[in-house]
């Protein structure tokens, strides 16, 4: 059980990490926290956006659209590697997933199959969606999978957790893909490397 930093505890652990970071207007009080509760967090979830354009991918990631309001993610990681905070509290990014698999990223355990969709993510996961088509031709630039992986790590190191702590949305919920370009398993290899 861990209760979620603080938004300034979250901004400093980022850019201890090496990061750069934009914050976003009122970043630290955007969320969706009037539809339920944020926390326990046991994870770190990693999307891509299928946008183009990282003003415009941010902006959507803070407003959201109409059916998903924003915030959609705490951070946006443009190509460019840097970290856009939009927002901290419950963001709408994780929607509902599979239990097996939450239970598995507590343990720290290999993640099984996702085969349902039962259990509310949005309430424990940390998220970061990342600017990318998602078509798997779109390049992923070394900025950005260094700032993945960063950010990643800097959440872990603050929670003690290991590089098993950190999904895909492909992962948790059927159906979805994202991240697609790279695998999971060799950005937690990265991530298990910076730990150490």
Known sequence: MASPMSAGGFLARLRAEGLSVVEVGDWEHHNRNHKGPWGPVHGVMIHHTVTKGSERTVKLCRNGYEGLPG??????????????LVGYG????????????LRAVIAE??????????TDGNRHFYGFECENLGDGKDPWPEAQLDAIERAAAAICRHHGWTERSVVGHLEWQPGKVDPRGFTMASMRKRIRERLK
Do not use: F, M, Q, S
């Not at 419950?90 to 698999?101: I, M, P, Q, Y």
């Open 109 to 118: 355990k290999a993640l099984p199959h996702d085969n349902e969709a039962n």
């Open 90 to 101: 419950r963001a709408n990014h994780a929607g509902l997933g599979d239990d097996d698999v």
């Open 71 to 84: 915030p959609l993610c705490h951070g946006v990681i443009t190509k460019d590697g840097r970290v856009h």
